[in-house]
């Protein structure tokens, strides 16, 4: 079985630009986290997707920070403009019978 | 809200000897308890699992034990081996909420051959 897919591993922008980080859960998980994990922390919830529709996103700095899942399949974390202490790992994880499951991460670096 | 916080921040160990990580939690509502291994550059990997109506569970060389009256849990490894050095993370889930997660802050292992 194909784990949590993202995309891109590695992201290098200057503050203020825009970036996309692309999320494919394990197939037929219909609940999919995003966490951010700034180095030498445990991740944090920024919002979770039940399909289609978000169940908490009480976390998500939403001046910046914006997610989708139009179609309860893949999923997509824009931050727009970027900040420096937006600079960490962000986390991609889909849940079945109440265990997460997390992809290998994307690497934000905002210089 | 749930807060966890996790204890040691690292360790280190001689090959063979145990390992053992502390997690306290200040939800008594939280009723899940995994524990994630994170190898560099790599996403946080389930290693064991414990639910708030069990005590303890062990698989293989990894155990981990539920004190729900102290609000804690703890992750023990024996005959520890090079390949368990990695980052160790405790979580929480709080009740009805969607299953989310709540990390301790990491425990950074190493094993010395």
């Known amino acids: 079985e194909a784990g949590v897919a993202q995309s891109p591993r590695y992201k290098i922008i200057e503050k203020r630009q825009s970036v996309a980080f692309w999320c494919n859960p394990i197939s037929g998980h219909a609940t999919l986290y995003w966490y951010q994990q700034i180095l030498g922390q445990g991740p944090k919830l920024l919002i979770q997707?039940?399909?289609?529709?978000?169940?908490?996103d009480s976390q998500l700095p939403k001046d910046r920070f914006s997610a989708e899942r139009l179609k309860g399949v893949d999923s997509t974390l824009k931050i727009q403009p970027a900040k420096l202490e937006d600079s960490a790992v962000y986390l991609c994880a889909s849940l079945d019978m109440g265990t997460q499951y997390f992809g290998p991460g994307t690497r934000l670096l905002v210089l | 809200g749930e807060n966890v916080e996790q204890h040691p921040s690292t360790l280190s160990v001689q090959e063979g000897d145990s390992a053992v990580i502390k997690c306290t939690y200040s939800?008594?509502?939280?009723?899940?308890f995994p524990w994630y291994k994170q190898e560099l550059g790599k996403g946080p990997q389930l290693i064991i699992d414990?639910?708030?109506?069990?005590g303890e569970k062990k698989d293989q060389r990894i155990a981990v034990t539920l004190n729900k009256t102290a609000k804690h849990f703890s992750l023990h490894i024996t005959e520890t081996q090079p390949e368990d050095s990695a980052v160790y993370f405790c979580?929480?889930?709080?009740?009805?909420?969607?299953?989310?997660?709540?990390f301790g802050q990491g425990t950074e292992l190493s094993v010395k051959p």
């Open positions: 939800d008594s509502a939280s009723n899940y």
């Open positions: 997707f039940q399909n289609n529709g978000v169940v908490d």
């Open positions: 979580a929480a889930t709080p009740y009805n909420q969607g299953g989310k997660l709540i």
């Open positions: 414990i639910r708030s109506n069990v």
